[in-house]
């Protein structure tokens, strides 16, 4: 039997997990190069995207900067549309365009958490406060009460700090 050294161990390692953890915002999360977040809910596996809707010049469109859909992976991974009431009360969100190529969107379910939608770097994302920095935003993880699809636990916010690029992470509460 061949013993491998600690050195190449560690560092077999340090490989395995360097590609496996995203080191900047969205990598390793985003097939899609106009993925702005998703929402994961703890009933199941579908998610709600936010990608970034781009003009013919390659700018975020004017007019609808934004577009949402659920995304079925427990039925084969097809996309849905939202329908009218997850669009009004949880799943929506309202667009203000800002000077430059960029717009502000305010999801229906966090309103008091404004998001701003740029390019950087040629590629979209979504900035917000994050546990008190400026941050991409990459995943709204929605935990509900076990045999309830509307009593929200917990809200975590996950992203990268613009600074650094670091994760970072915060947990919201509804208020009783």
Known sequence: MVSIPRKVQVAA??????AAVPT???????????RLFVIRRSLNANVVVYDAVRDKAGRLDRDR???????MNADQGE???????????????????EPGDAAEIRLKAMEQRPIRVQLAGGRPQAVTRIAGQDAVLDLVYIRTKPGSSVHVQYVDLHGFSIRGHRPVRERLTPSA
């Not at 996309?79 to 365009?97: H, Q, W």
Request: net charge positive; glycine share 6%.
């Open 79 to 97: 996309r849905k549309d939202l329908n009218l009431i997850e669009k009004a009360e949880a799943y929506g969100f309202d667009v203000r365009p």
């Open 65 to 71: 900067p934004v577009t949402a859909f659920w995304l």
């Open 24 to 34: 900047r915002p969205g990598a390793g999360r985003r097939a899609d190069p106009d």
């Open 13 to 18: 390692l340090a490989l395995a997990l360097s």
